[in-house]
C-alpha cells in the first residue's frame, strides 16, 4: 500500500525559506507525476509544482514562479520543495501527491483531482 508522509513545515517569518519533504513507501514509480498543492483556509486546494518521474521535467504555479524548487530523490524516495522568499500569501496546508497511471507527458496538464495518492498535508505558516 502507497503511503506519502509529508514532514518539515513549520512557521517562518516572510522572506525566509523552508524545505518540506514527502516520504514515500509501499511503491515505486517508475513513470508518472509527482507534486506539491496546498491549500489556504476558505480557498480552493491549488498546484504548485510537479514533476514527471521519467524524465524530471518540472511545472510550477506562476505565483511560485523563480522561489519554489521541486525534487524527487530516487535513493531516498523522497520529494522535496524548497521554498524561497516566503511570504503571507504562502501560508497554507501543503501536500503531496502521486499519480502512476497517467503518463510524465501528462503533469503540465493534470488536476488534483487526477492524482491517486495524497499523503495528510504539513502547515506552512508565513508571518509578516
Known amino acids: 500500500q502507497v503511503q506519502l508522509v509529508e514532514s518539515g513545515g513549520g512557521s517562518v517569518q516572510t522572506g525566509e525559506s523552508l524545505r518540506i519533504a514527502c516520504k514515500f513507501s509501499?511503491?515505486?514509480?517508475?513513470?508518472?507525476?509527482m507534486g506539491w498543492f496546498r491549500q489556504a483556509p476558505g480557498k480552493e486546494r491549488e498546484g504548485v509544482a510537479n514533476i514527471a518521474i521519467e524524465w524530471s521535467t518540472t511545472n510550477y504555479a506562476d505565483s511560485v514562479k523563480g522561489r519554489f524548487m521541486i525534487a524527487f530523490d530516487s535513493a531516498k524516495n523522497t520529494l522535496y520543495l524548497v521554498m524561497n522568499r516566503l511570504s503571507p500569501e504562502d501560508t497554507a496546508m501543503y501536500y503531496c501527491?502521486?499519480?502512476?497511471?497517467?503518463?510524465?507527458?501528462?503533469?503540465?496538464?493534470?488536476?488534483?483531482?487526477?492524482?491517486?495518492?495524497w499523503g495528510l498535508g504539513t502547515k506552512v505558516t508565513v508571518s509578516s
Open positions: 501527491a502521486a499519480v502512476a497511471s497517467r503518463s510524465s507527458d501528462d503533469c503540465y496538464t493534470l488536476h488534483w483531482l487526477d492524482y491517486e495518492y
Open positions: 509501499g511503491g515505486i514509480f517508475r513513470s508518472g507525476c
